[in-house]
Every structure is written in structure tokens, then in C-alpha cells.
């Protein structure tokens, strides 16, 4: 008995050591250090962040009132509450097994004892009535019920940084849906007065050619302009109202009443973002979808030592307090009174290697789980450099398409000055002014795009989350 004490005491020794769970994040070759290269003087300088909520930061009532209804009302989010719920139920359900049970159990048994039975009154028939208080309690030597609660705390946590990965993805597709709404009204104006311009030149082509002034050529060219632009009219419309649709879906409810007061005034984009232009690349450990692909690595790690911790046996003590009688008048009296103190090791000899094929598949899961953490942090890294390409590209274009709009004003104010002084006929200025339209339809594409790239940068960094 002795030596199996200490054989017992050894195993519990080894197996706690064995059992110690590093929960250390793996490292990673990544740049210290994420800059743009437009901004590297002034990066040099200091290093920003985010406000956390970044939307704000736009000064745009009708932005922050979609966001802040689709982040109470998107049922993705709201999805995303109920997983919350269910993983806070199962810690408290696994938790609940580190506290003794107490439970209760009566029961009425008719029997009939064998004849050749040793007993006072072999052969007899009798009826038991029992009633009594029971206590179960695991002590958790080897750690399964503890490595059980941790796993699952850690999946709950990782549960909450996945709902805040959902609101990150929900606020992006609503400022994205926005400011491609406000690109289309825009467009919309301009489309509407370059069709107007194009309708002045076509007629004007058609009483040239009535005068003999111009061939049929010319006049179907100017048709065939006006055709284009009605349909481009068209399908920005179109789009428009998708746009109000998608927003629809995202916010929970119809956002025609968030646009019913700026109806009378052309909607317009907000002031731009100053990004930060220097950032550490630690600011990516705050992006939720790491910290929960980390907290899911962290509950693998557990759910390998739960598994282990199956190989060893298990301690149960039970304790019952009750009455028993084979009378029901007298089940309440003192002598009916019954109790028992028991204890209970359990563990497996052959299992045909269950247990052990469970340690594999929660190993392989934890193989999964930090293949899946070193993805999530590389896509970050390359997200956010990706993001920095765009917002530098889309910059030189703007900035290129924006020199290029003085250059069609000037031109369009000279076309009208010469015209006012009889110097050319009115036709140049609708073909200046036709040009002018082309390149403000550009320059509204152009911005939206770029918005939406720093919408895309915030998202890489984990936003304010």
C-alpha cells in the first residue's frame, strides 16, 4: 500500500510538471515599425493613434448616426452578443464542476429476498422507503476540470475580441456604403449637368447641319454622347439606391430619414483623416481578430492538457445522509436514520487508445489554432502595407486629377470670355465645359476610393478596438 502511495505521489509530480501550460505568444519576423513612405519626414516626428471611435474623427452627424445605430441594431453584431452569451454559460457550466454537488433522491423499492439467502427472514417480501441528502465531490489532482475551465474562459474572451472584429467589419462596410453614397449624389449633380451640356451641343450640331454646316457624322457623334451619358445617368442612380439599400440592411432600418435633412443641400464628403503616419508595430496586437485567434491558441493549449489529464485516474468522494425504513410511519424516526462516507479512484487500463487519439486531436487542434494566429498576424501586416500602397497611389492621382481640373477651368473661363467677345462661337464653351464635367465625375470617383482606403488602413490597424 505503501509503495503505491509513493507510486501514486511520483505520478502526481511528473504529471503536474509535465502539465505546465506556456501561454507566450510565438514570435514573429515581422518590421518593427509601420510607416508611409509620403509622410517618412514627418513619421520621424511622432507617432499617433486612433481615437477609438475613429468615425468621429470625419465631424459628420450623418456618418456617426448610421454608425451609431448599426452598432445597436446590425444583427450581425447582435449575432455576434449571442455567441458572448453562450460562451459565458459554458464557463460557468464547466466552472461549476470544481464545487461539490449536492443533490437529493428518495425512492420506494418492493423486493423479495431469496430463500437460499443469508438473512434474518430468507424468502421474505418487503417494501424500502428511502429519502436522502447526497454530496458528490471530483478533487481535480491532475488538473482535467481546471485545464477544462481556463479552455473555455479563454474561448470566451476570445468570443468578445470576435464580436469587436464584427463591429470593426460592420463600421467599415457602413463608412465604405457612406462615402460611396456621397460619391454617387455627387456624381449624380454632375452627370445631370454634363447631360444638359451635351443635349446644348447636339442641338447645336443638328442647326449646323440644317445650315450646311456640319455632316451627319458630327451629329450622330453628338447623339450617340448624349445616349452615353443618359445611361451612365442611369446606373448611377441605380447604384445610388443600392447604396441606400445596403445601408438600409447595416444600420437595421431605413436611413431615408437621416438623409431627409440635408435633401434641400447637396450631400458633400467630409474633412480628411489625418492618418498617423508612423506607427508601432505593436498597435496590430489590438486588431480583435488577433487577440482572438491568440485567445483560441491559449484555450488549445489548455485543451491539450485536459486531454492528458485522462490518463490519470479520477478521485470521487460521495457522501448520502438520509432516512431508510421498511415501514413509511416510521421512516422519520432516529433509528431510521442511515449515512455513508465513500471514496472512489477510477482510471483506465485499456481503452484501445482512446485517450490517447484524443491528446492527438487536441493537439492537432492546437497545431490549427497557432497556424491560424500566425496567418491572422501576417495578413495584418500585409493589409496594412497594402492599405498604405493605396492611400499613397490614390493621393499622386488626386493631387495629379486636381491640377488637371485648373487647367479645364481655366480653359472653360477663357472659352466663355472669348465667346462673350464675339471671338468664338458658343459651342467651344460647351465643349470646354463638356470636358470640365468628365474630369469633376473623375475627381468624385477618386475621392471615394480614397476614402474608403483609409477606412481600409483604420480596419488593418484594429481600428479603436
Known amino acids: 500500500m505503501r509503495k503505491l502511495l509513493i507510486l501514486f505521489a511520483s505520478s502526481f509530480i511528473l504529471f503536474g510538471c509535465s502539465q505546465g501550460v506556456k501561454l507566450e505568444a510565438p514570435e514573429l519576423d515581422l518590421p518593427k515599425e509601420i510607416a508611409s513612405k509620403s509622410l517618412k519626414g ?8 486612433l481615437p477609438d471611435k475613429f468615425w468621429e474623427a470625419y465631424n459628420d452627424p450623418i456618418l456617426n448616426e448610421l454608425v451609431e445605430k448599426a452598432l445597436r441594431q446590425n444583427e450581425d453584431i447582435l449575432i455576434a452578443e449571442a455567441r458572448i452569451e453562450q460562451a459565458l454559460a ?26 437460499e439467502t443469508i438473512g434474518p427472514k430468507p424468502g421474505s417480501t418487503y417494501t424500502t422507503y428511502q429519502l436522502n441528502l447526497n454530496v458528490q465531490y471530483e478533487l481535480d489532482l491532475f488538473g482535467r476540470i481546471s485545464s477544462q475551465e481556463k479552455a473555455s474562459l479563454y474561448r470566451y474572451l476570445s468570443t468578445l475580441h470576435g464580436r469587436d472584429a464584427v463591429k470593426l467589419s460592420v463600421i ?27 443635349k446644348e451641343i447636339y442641338n447645336l450640331r443638328e442647326k449646323e447641319f440644317e445650315l450646311g454646316l456640319a455632316n451627319i457624322q458630327v451629329v450622330l457623334q453628338a447623339r450617340s454622347e448624349v445616349e452615353a451619358v443618359e445611361q451612365t445617368l442611369k446606373s448611377l442612380k441605380q447604384e445610388r439606391e443600392l ?25 458633400s464628403f467630409p474633412q480628411a483623416l489625418r492618418l498617423p503616419p508612423l506607427l508601432p508595430s505593436e498597435v496590430l496586437e489590438r486588431r480583435p481578430d488577433i487577440q482572438a485567434a491568440l485567445e483560441e491558441l491559449k484555450a488549445s493549449a489548455y485543451d491539450v492538457a485536459s486531454a492528458k489529464a485522462e490518463y490519470f485516474p479520477r478521485i470521487t468522494l460521495t457522501s448520502a445522509l438520509g432516512y431508510q425504513s421498511i415501514e413509511l410511519a416510521n421512516l422519520f424516526k432516529g433509528g431510521a436514520t442511515f449515512w455513508n462516507i465513500a471514496g472512489l479512484i477510477t482510471g483506465p487500463i485499456l481503452d484501445f487508445g482512446k485517450r490517447e487519439s484524443k491528446v492527438k486531436l487536441a493537439q492537432a487542434k492546437q497545431r490549427e489554432a497557432l497556424l491560424n494566429y500566425v496567418k491572422t498576424v501576417r ?4 493589409e496594412v502595407q497594402d492599405s498604405l500602397v493605396q492611400l499613397e497611389m490614390l493621393e499622386g492621382r488626386i493631387k495629379d486629377l486636381e491640377q488637371r481640373l485648373k487647367t479645364l477651368e481655366e480653359l472653360y473661363q477663357v472659352s466663355e470670355l472669348r465667346y462673350k467677345e464675339g471671338l468664338s462661337r458658343y459651342l467651344e464653351v460647351l465643349d470646354s ?33
Open 42 to 49: 514627418e513619421a520621424e516626428k511622432k507617432k499617433e493613434l
Open 90 to 115: 459554458m464557463v460557468r457550466y464547466v466552472g461549476a464542476d470544481r464545487f461539490p454537488y449536492l443533490g437529493y433522491g428518495a425512492s420506494v423499492t418492493r423486493q423479495r429476498t431469496s430463500e
Open 172 to 198: 467599415s462596410l457602413v463608412m465604405n456604403a457612406y462615402f460611396d453614397l456621397l460619391a454617387k449624389e455627387r456624381m449624380v449633380e454632375v452627370a445631370e449637368r454634363q447631360l444638359q451640356t451635351l
Open 243 to 267: 447604396l441606400r439599400n445596403l445601408l438600409a440592411l447595416l444600420v437595421g432600418e431605413s436611413p431615408a430619414k437621416m438623409f431627409e435633412r440635408s435633401a434641400k443641400t447637396s450631400l
Open 379 to 382: 495578413t495584418a501586416f500585409k
Open 433 to 465: 465645359e463638356r470636358a470640365l464635367l468628365s474630369a469633376k465625375l473623375d475627381l468624385e470617383r477618386l475621392k471615394a476610393d480614397y476614402y474608403k482606403s483609409q477606412v481600409y488602413f483604420i480596419k488593418a490597424i484594429g481600428g479603436g478596438f
